[in-house]
């Protein structure tokens, strides 16, 4: 069994990151600049948008956070965005979700210019990656990708179970592994699915993306599967200054010695992630998608 260190290969990526915003910035262009909105003070979402701050200081990359309390309407929210679609120094931005109810995040994701849509959530871009066309592609599908491809995992002809169907997650998943590059064969499973025991264990790819703490079991994986673990719940623990802990959708201690491949939780998808969406900001600071 090898342990897929996404610790390390997001570090890596991160060096290679700040070295050409540095050759750059030598040559005259201007720093690439994220920009984050974020609504409320969600203990999660400030968690999430802090981490995304210091990453984008870590490789040379300029940040905006913009705020607003949760009362803003979808108008104000709206305004914003327009603005900063506008704003020639921002390459790209996010808007931290979820949002308060009275706000549609479809409008949001909708009215971001999607060439600066570096989550990848807009349409125009989900559509484009369902082609097979340059794109801003979400940051989980797109990270766990980059760790198959770091890893020389043989993907071609090999059976891909993905379970879960979220827009973020899932579903992005699961058309990126059945692309050319790639050339899985996929089935995409969620809570409506028949035999989910059989027809995980018959997978030689598990994508399990489904929030459900240690829900793949032993008995649900193939001998040499590669396993990929997204799943992170935060459960109650007695072990940690915090009194949480993070718990993966796949049972480690079961699964691990049956696999060809594993990723750990916490240190494997989760900070493939955070560096995505630096990868997607310096590809739109240098217009590679959207030429
Ligand atoms: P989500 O929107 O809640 O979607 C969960 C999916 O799993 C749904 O499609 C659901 O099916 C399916 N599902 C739930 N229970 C199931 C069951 N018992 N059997 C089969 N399918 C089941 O979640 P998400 O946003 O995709 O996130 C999934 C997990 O990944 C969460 O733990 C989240 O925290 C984590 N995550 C981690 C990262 C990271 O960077 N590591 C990033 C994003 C998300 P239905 O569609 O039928 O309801």
Redesign the pocket.
Known sequence: MKLIDGKQIATDIKKEIAQEVREMVEAGAKQPHLAAILVGHDGGSETYVAFKIKDCEEVGFKSSLVRFEDDVTEEELLAKVHELNNDTDVDGFIVQLPLPKHISEQKIIEAIDPRKDVDGFHPINVGRMVIGLPCFVSA?PDGIVELLKRYKIETSGKDCVV????N???RPMSVLMSQKAINATVTV?????KD?KELCASADILIA????PE?IKGDMVKEGAVVID????RVKSDQTKSGFKLKG?VAFDEVAHKCSYITPVPGG??PM?RVALLKNTLLAAKKEIYK
Do not use: M
């Open positions: 989980t379970v879960g169907r979220s973020i997650v899932g499973a969620h809570s409506r699915t989910l993306a489904l929030g459900a829900f997204v799943g992170t719940t959708d998808v989760g992630t």
